[in-house]
T-cell receptor, first 116, second 112 residues
Framework: DGGITQSPKYLFRKEGQNVTLSCEQNLNHDAMYWYRQDPGQGLRLIYYSQIVNDFQKGDIAEGYSVSREKKESFPLTVTSAQKNPTAFYLC???????????????FGPGTRLTVL | GQNIDQPTEMTATEGAIVQINCTYQTSGFNGLFWYQQHAGEAPTFLSYNVLDGLEEKGRFSSFLSRSKGYSYLLLKELQMKDSASYLCAVRDPRAAGNKLTFGGGTRVLVKP
């Protein structure tokens, strides 16, 4: 089955610890994205990547880091510098990097991170 | 800059119709998307509009007016399973990649 997987679904960490969230896709999509969602709110873009070994900051990149060493994988690290890391994190991928009409983003199931 | 507004919450009765409005003020426009998101789950794609007019997909329809910076999602014959959040998102052609900006989402509660 083709799709996007994120693991784990629930994650708990102590304050001050870095944590890495996994995102894998087997859809052969070029572009991948990380969003943060807080309760009752929309999605805010953290980082995105159009191609392997390249990525750009989104609207709220501070306190986060990413890598794109393989087309299929786009892990997100939440560092201790992120002041309010508790949130629902969603990874997405898209088949086109040029914004061709109709290309939507496909989302993984999300990881709910709680920092204690 | 990008600014996308949607009502926070709406309530409707099973079998009825609900219209969710979305207004946007963006520096560029290359399409508007609607997603459905059930609580604690991933958003799923519902519809896409890039030209003015109405797009119909079964019980769901989406309308776009580019001159007014306005879209709506129409849900007909509401079912209990339609209780979810509905997200409006705009694609900016000047942003690198297929980048979307999302509104805050509208939570729809369907009552029996």
């Amino acid at each position: 089955d083709g799709g996007i997987t994120q693991s784990p679904k629930y994650l708990f960490r102590k304050e001050g610890q870095n944590v890495t969230l996994s995102c894998e896709q087997n859809l052969n999509h070029d572009a991948m994205y990380w969003y943060r969602q807080d309760p009752g709110q929309g999605l805010r873009l953290i980082y995105y990547s159009q191609i392997v070994n390249d990525f750009q900051k989104g609207d709220i990149a501070e306190g986060y880091s990413v890598s794109r060493e393989k087309k299929e994988s786009f892990p997100l690290t939440v560092t201790s510098a992120q002041k309010n890391p508790t949130a629902f994190y969603l990874c997405a991928s898209s088949p086109q990097t040029s914004g061709r009409a109709g290309d939507t983003q496909y989302f993984g199931p999300g990881t709910r991170l709680t920092v204690l | 800059g990008q600014n996308i507004d949607q009502p926070t919450e709406m309530t409707a009765t099973e079998g009825a119709i609900v219209q969710i409005n979305c207004t946007y003020q963006t520096s560029g426009f290359n399409g508007l998307f609607w997603y459905q998101q059930h609580a604690g789950e991933a958003p799923t794609f519902l519809s896409y509009n890039v030209l003015d007019g109405l797009e119909e997909k079964g019980r769901f329809s989406s309308f776009l007016s580019r001159s007014k910076g306005y879209s709506y999602l129409l849900l007909k014959e509401l079912q209990m399973k339609d209780s979810a959040s509905y997200l409006c998102a705009v694609r900016d052609p000047r942003a690198a990649g297929n980048k979307l900006t999302f509104g805050g989402g509208t939570r729809v509660l369907v009552k029996p």
